[in-house]
Every structure is written in C-alpha cells, then in structure tokens.
C-alpha cells in the first residue's frame, strides 16, 4: 500500500502562485492531481505518466499550471500560477499502481490518494 502525502496549499490572493508538492511512499506510475469544490464533483485538473513526462492538463488550468514528477524521490509537484477564485478547493493527489498507464483522466484510473490540501483563491 503506498501513501500519499501532500503539502503546499494555503490561501492566496488572484493573481498569486502556489505550489503543492505529493510525496509517495513507494514506486508508482501515473500521477494526477484532482480538485473538489464544496457541493461538487472531484475534477481532474492534471496528470502525468510514469515515463516520457508525457502530460495532460483540464482545459481550465492550461498555461497556468505545471505538473513534473522527481522519479527519484518518488514525488509530484503542481506549480499554479496566475490563480483565479474559480481555483478555490481541495486539491487531491492521486497515483496508479497499475501499467500501463495511458488513462489518466477519471478517479476510477487511481489507485491511491493523499488526504487533500485546501487551497483558496481570494479575489
């Protein structure tokens, strides 16, 4: 069983940068980050294989938000730039243990979360 551990949100005004970090405790293969606003659904906002650094991003958070993984030290980062309000959730960090990992996009394609990080966007 491989744990998740986030860390990196907070409060921040519009416009301003945050980033999350999650820390795994053994090997996995694709990562994600997943957000989820009071009263509704958790979205995919980004993924990213276990090779190549192959990547895929929400439409939402594209040009504003970078996902990279350190292989090494087993661990996923989110750099969030220009932050908007529409931004503000709990932000999930999600890893697969199952190969290949070509689908990225649902929960269902996740083995393992983190206990999620409260990140709020203040206009």
């Known amino acids: 069983q491989v744990q998740l551990v986030e860390s990196g949100g907070g409060l921040v005004q519009a416009g301003g940068s945050l980033r999350l970090s999650c820390a795994a405790s053994g090997r996995t293969y694709a990562m994600g980050w997943f957000r989820q606003a009071p009263g509704k659904e958790r979205d995919f906002v980004t993924a990213i294989r276990s090779t190549g650094g192959n990547t895929e991003y929400a439409d939402s958070v594209k040009g504003r938000f970078t996902i990279s993984r350190d292989n090494a030290k087993n661990t996923m980062y989110l750099q969030m730039n220009n932050l908007k309000p529409e931004d503000t959730a709990v932000y999930y960090c999600?890893?697969?243990?199952?190969?290949?990992?070509?689908?990225?996009?649902?929960?269902?394609?996740?083995?393992?979360w983190g206990q999620g990080t409260q990140v709020t966007v203040s206009s």
């Open positions: 999600a890893a697969s243990g199952r190969w290949p990992d070509y689908r990225v996009w649902s929960p269902r394609d996740y083995d393992y």
